[in-house]
């Protein structure tokens, strides 16, 4: 008998292997961070022990969810994106929420994104970190939410030009490019050989930085082998701005600092003119779609089947939670699913299989993971979770893809491991306080908004909810 840390016996494996096999009655081992072995359980149970056997019967074991793009500060301005388009939403909420978003702000939203991602199935995480205006070092909330709540987390590194943001949003702390850099190197030592967290780079749009910026992006990104993230083309806006400032559209001119590649992952692509798909191809970026915002701030219907026929990878995103206004994966995989269909008329166009590669294996060839995420072979990390389909909302169950896509929500996603370990047991966490974590981003939250002056109205009064009362 060989030692193993972890098995799952006798359960269903939706592997999302090149074969897509889903294989039943079988058992999946896990030794340290790492998936060992998968076989039928019987021959499994015969070869391996463990200390730790999870009962896999009437589960579906998925690999976990990469979310390719969210903003987990912004879960602290959960709920003010309210019937605005993108930049309304940006000058009356999150802008002037930038100046005095706090370390224990970020990092009380920051936990609770996490256990929401979690909650829905995702594994690995890609924030785009950009509120850096109101003190030093805000980043790190988030690598210490990653760390406290056991996500796999890449932490995209933004830099935002804050000193043109609109009077009344005016920021104690307008960074400078080599102030970004400057960060970016304490955070590359700070990260050094981490097991879960690792950087990226994340310019923010392309106002953020003009040609020069780009080119030593690139040149950065090479040295240092990071990856690089930017909103690209949510709106229109992008092109118009370098239309009038260089005569060229905003994908030429990335194109011509040599910043795009196989490591930039676009965020959003909903705007594209042909020439900005020539560019896109040739270049062979990453995509990152995010129906939910793009429906919220009515950006518009990404080309997500013209992207994927010309075979570039799409992955899926919440965005963050001011224009979203959840962490919810299975959300966004089931919206991913039906948008396009009723854009385009056609209920073939993207069909729940195609969703959930996205939302899996085409997710971290997007993050450039495919060698160690995104599905459940041997040798790969062990990220998966097991989905429980015993309940009104999914029976009767025809198959296990359907089934989360379609029918499935949250409450169905039981246990969850991430490198190797169950931070998700039965429905409760085991890094984390989830109550407490809840009680506490209410009361920050409530009190960044009252020192912003944000606030919504029904009918005209404003109504505020006021932390919650003491658990018992
Ligand atoms: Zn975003």
């Given at each position: 008998?060989?030692?193993?840390?972890?098995?799952v016996?006798d359960?269903?494996?939706?592997?999302?292997?090149?074969d897509?096999?889903?294989?039943?009655?079988?058992?999946?081992?896990?030794?340290?961070?790492?998936?060992?072995?998968?076989?039928?359980?019987?021959?499994?149970?015969?070869?391996?022990?463990?200390?730790?056997?999870?009962?896999?019967?009437?589960?579906?074991?998925?690999?976990?969810?990469?979310?390719?793009?969210?903003?987990?500060?912004?879960?602290?301005?959960?709920?003010?994106?309210?019937?605005?388009t993108?930049?309304?939403?940006?000058?009356?909420?999150?802008?002037?929420?930038?100046?005095?978003?706090?370390?224990?702000?970020?990092?009380?939203?920051?936990v609770?994104?996490?256990?929401?991602?979690?909650?829905?199935?995702v594994?690995?995480?890609?924030?785009?970190?950009?509120?850096?205006?109101?003190?030093?070092?805000?980043?790190?909330?988030?690598?210490?939410?990653?760390?406290?709540?056991?996500?796999?987390?890449?932490?995209?590194?933004?830099?935002?030009?804050?000193?043109?943001?609109?009077?009344?949003?005016?920021?104690?702390?307008?960074?400078?490019?080599?102030?970004?850099?400057?960060?970016?190197?304490?955070?590359?030592?700070?990260?050094?050989?981490?097991?879960?967290?690792?950087?990226?780079?994340?310019?923010?749009?392309?106002?953020d930085?003009?040609?020069?910026?780009?080119?030593?992006?690139r040149?950065?990104?090479d040295?240092?082998g990071?990856?690089?993230?930017?909103?690209?083309?949510?709106?229109?806006?992008?092109?118009?701005?370098?239309?009038?400032?260089?005569?060229i559209?905003?994908?030429?001119?990335?194109?011509?600092?040599?910043?795009?590649?196989?490591?930039?992952?676009?965020?959003?692509?909903?705007?594209?003119?042909?020439?900005?798909?020539?560019?896109?191809?040739?270049?062979?970026?990453?995509?990152?779609h995010?129906?939910?915002?793009?429906?919220?701030?009515?950006?518009?219907?990404?080309?997500?089947?013209?992207?994927?026929?010309?075979?570039?990878d799409?992955?899926?995103?919440?965005?963050?939670?001011?224009?979203?206004?959840?962490?919810?994966?299975?959300?966004?995989?089931?919206?991913?699913?039906?948008?396009?269909?009723?854009?385009?008329?056609?209920?073939?166009?993207?069909?729940?299989?195609?969703?959930?590669?996205?939302?899996?294996?085409?997710?971290?060839?997007?993050?450039?993971?495919?060698?160690?995420?995104?599905?459940?072979?041997?040798g790969?990390?062990?990220?998966?979770?097991?989905?429980?389909?015993?309940?009104?909302?999914?029976?009767?169950?025809?198959?296990?893809?359907?089934?989360?896509?379609?029918?499935?929500?949250?409450?169905?996603?039981?246990?969850?491991?991430?490198?190797?370990?169950?931070?998700?047991?039965?429905?409760?966490f085991?890094?984390?306080?989830?109550?407490?974590?809840?009680?506490?981003?209410?009361?920050?939250a409530?009190?960044?908004?009252?020192?912003?002056?944000?606030?919504?109205?029904?009918?005209?009064?404003?109504?505020?909810?006021?932390?919650?009362?003491?658990?018992?």
């Open positions: 008998m060989q030692d193993a840390t972890l098995i016996k359960t269903t494996l939706v592997t999302m292997d090149r897509l096999r889903i294989l039943q009655d079988h058992a999946l081992v896990v030794q340290g961070n790492t998936i060992v072995a998968i076989g039928p359980s019987a021959e499994i149970l015969a070869a391996y022990n463990s200390p730790t056997v999870i009962d896999g019967r009437d589960r579906f074991v998925f690999p976990g969810f990469i979310n390719t793009h969210t903003h987990l500060f912004q879960n602290a301005l959960k709920g003010l994106g309210r019937d605005k993108l930049f309304d939403w940006l000058d009356s909420s999150v802008r002037k929420a930038l100046r005095e978003i706090r370390h224990t702000d970020v990092y009380n939203a920051a609770a994104g996490c256990l929401e991602n979690i909650r829905s199935g594994t690995t995480v890609l924030d785009y970190m950009y509120a850096h205006a109101s003190e030093a070092g805000l980043d790190d909330a988030v690598v210490a939410a990653f760390e406290q709540t056991g996500i796999r987390g890449i932490l995209g590194r933004a830099h935002t030009k804050t000193d043109g943001f609109p009077e009344a949003a005016r920021c104690p702390i307008n960074e400078t490019e080599d102030m970004f850099y400057a960060d970016v190197d304490r955070l590359r030592e700070r990260l050094k050989g981490h097991a879960r967290i690792s950087l990226a780079l994340a310019p923010g749009i392309v106002w930085m003009d040609p020069d910026g780009y080119r030593r992006l040149q950065y990104a040295q240092h990071l990856r690089i993230t930017m909103h690209l083309d949510e709106t229109a806006e992008d092109d118009a701005y370098t239309r009038a400032q260089y005569g559209n905003t994908a030429e001119l990335l194109d011509q600092t040599g910043v795009l590649g196989e490591d930039f992952i676009g965020a959003h692509l909903v705007h594209l003119d042909a020439t900005t798909l020539e560019i896109f191809g040739r270049r062979r970026i990453k995509c990152s995010n129906p939910v915002a793009n429906l919220i701030l009515a950006s518009g219907v990404a080309p997500v089947p013209t992207l994927r026929g010309m075979d570039l799409v992955g899926l995103g919440t965005d963050g939670a001011a224009s979203n206004d959840t962490q919810n994966m299975i959300e966004v995989i089931k919206l991913a699913a039906l948008v396009h269909k009723g854009f385009h008329l056609d209920p073939t166009i993207l069909n729940a299989v195609e969703v959930v590669k996205m939302a899996t294996i085409e997710g971290a060839r997007v993050v450039g993971r495919e060698a160690d995420l995104g599905s459940l072979e041997v790969k990390l062990a990220d998966f979770f097991l989905f429980n389909p015993r309940n009104v909302a999914c029976v009767p169950v025809a198959d296990p893809i359907t089934c989360l896509v379609y029918s499935g929500n949250p409450t169905c996603v039981e246990t969850v491991v991430i490198h190797g370990a169950v931070v998700l047991q039965d429905g409760v085991r890094t984390t306080d989830e109550a407490q974590a809840v009680d506490a981003l209410q009361e920050s409530y009190k960044l908004r009252q020192r912003v002056g944000l606030g919504n109205e029904i009918n005209g009064r404003p109504v505020v909810v006021e932390p919650f009362a003491a658990r018992a």
